[in-house]
């Protein structure tokens, strides 16, 4: 089956930016999806078919797909971006998950 | 806009079957795909697997043989039934709605745009 992965942890300084990273064979043949959940909440779209951003998603977040590599980039990070946030893709028609990936902002 | 709203018991006994329900209000619950997703407590999101309108599902290799969704576009609901259920099997459960397709040079996408809250159920005696 396939398998994504991600780091199990990121550290931003407020204002910096921040990279996620989801790996995956040939990931960029594929269109992910990345979404952010805070603490006792679901999920969020933030990101769809590698780069798009749902209405109300700030500019400062962004996403690339090439190679086996995607990657959800959040510039000028704030308070407010800390969260975890998993990668998606669609494979031979199943839903893949990444493990997750915990943003700290400090 | 749309919304979710998951229902069901939220305690199950070890070996019965856990079914939930998931409405969709303000919107059509037609053309699009519906999935539903769990979450063990501290852990990631596991796809557990989806429906079309049309009827058409499919399910998470790793649990498919327990697995059964159906829906009622009658009622605008969706529903899981998840069977022979162990502790392992408690988790947050989530429905979302999902758009699938092809682009323009037929590659596919699928992503879930909308969730609900999420449903606690908890399998014990």
């Known amino acids: 089956s396939y398998e994504l992965t991600q780091p199990p942890s990121v550290s931003v300084s407020p204002g910096q930016t921040a990279s996620i990273t989801c790996s995956g064979d040939?990931?960029?043949?594929?269109?992910v999806s990345w979404y952010k959940q805070k603490p006792g909440q679901s999920p969020v779209l933030v990101i769809y078919?590698?780069?798009k951003r749902p209405s109300g998603i700030p500019e400062r977040l962004s996403g690339s797909n090439s190679g086996n590599t995607a990657t959800l980039t959040i510039s000028g990070a704030q308070a407010m971006d800390e969260a975890d946030y998993y990668c998606?893709?669609?494979?031979?028609?199943?839903?893949?998950f990444g493990g997750g990936t915990k943003l700290t902002v400090l | 806009q749309v919304q979710l709203q998951e229902s069901g018991p939220g305690l199950v006994k070890p070996s019965e079957t856990l079914s939930l329900t998931c409405t969709v209000s303000?919107?059509?619950?037609?053309?699009?795909?519906w999935s539903w997703i769990r979450q063990i407590p501290g852990k990631g999101l596991e796809w557990i697997g989806y429906?079309?309108?049309?009827?058409?599902?499919n399910y998470n290799p790793s649990l498919k043989s327990r697995v059964t969704i159906s829906v009622d576009t009658s009622k605008s609901q969706f529903s899981l039934k998840l069977t022979s259920v162990t502790a392992a099997d408690t988790a947050v459960y989530y429905c979302?709605?999902?758009?699938?397709?092809?682009?323009?040079?037929?590659?596919?996408?699928?992503?879930?745009?909308?969730w609900g809250k999420g449903t606690t159920v908890t399998v014990s005696s």
């Open positions: 979302a709605r999902a758009d699938s397709g092809s682009d323009a040079t037929s590659h596919p996408y699928y992503y879930m745009d909308v």
């Open positions: 303000g919107g059509s619950i037609s053309n699009f795909y």
């Open positions: 429906i079309h309108n049309s009827g058409s599902t």
């Open positions: 040939k990931l960029g043949d594929k269109y």
């Open positions: 078919r590698d780069n």
């Open positions: 998606q893709a669609w494979d031979s028609r199943t839903v893949v």
